[in-house]
Nanobody, 114 residues
Framework: VQLQASGGGLVQAGGSLRLSCSVFGSILSIRSRGWYRQAPGKTRELVASLPVGGQSTFAATVKGRFTISRDNARKTMYLQMNNLKPEDTAVYYC?????????WGQGTQVTVSS
């Protein structure tokens, strides 16, 4: 199974981006989907999580601005990011968590200019 993230880029503060993550291959027993990010010099942090059959959760720093969703037919998950801030600048990674592993995508760069 491979995850392919896309949709990153350069945007001005206050703008929006939608990240996509396509799943290639078959996977059983998905427990949750998520997006992480890692800014230069900082540790990787969980931005948003969507557990199967559960409610989405968000980091306090993005709550109210980001939403996470999925399209099972397209085997794709999304991260809609609105009202972006310079501190949102980071490499964003999508993940799938199963019962025994977490699968990571390759990351997509998001840069927010002030």
């Amino acid at each position: 199974v491979q995850l392919q993230a896309s949709g990153g880029g350069l945007v001005q503060a206050g703008g929006s981006l939608r990240l996509s993550c396509s799943v290639f291959g078959s996977i059983l027993s998905i427990r949750s989907r998520g997006w992480y990010r890692q800014a230069p010099g900082k540790t990787r942090e969980l931005v948003a999580s969507l557990p199967v059959g559960g409610q989405s959760t968000f980091a306090a720093t993005v709550k109210g601005r980001f939403t996470i969703s999925r399209d099972n037919a397209r085997k794709t998950m999304y991260l809609q990011m609105n009202n972006l801030k310079p501190e949102d600048t980071a490499v964003y990674y999508c993940t799938l968590r199963t019962s025994n592993e977490t699968i990571w995508g390759q990351g997509t760069q998001v840069t927010v200019s002030s």
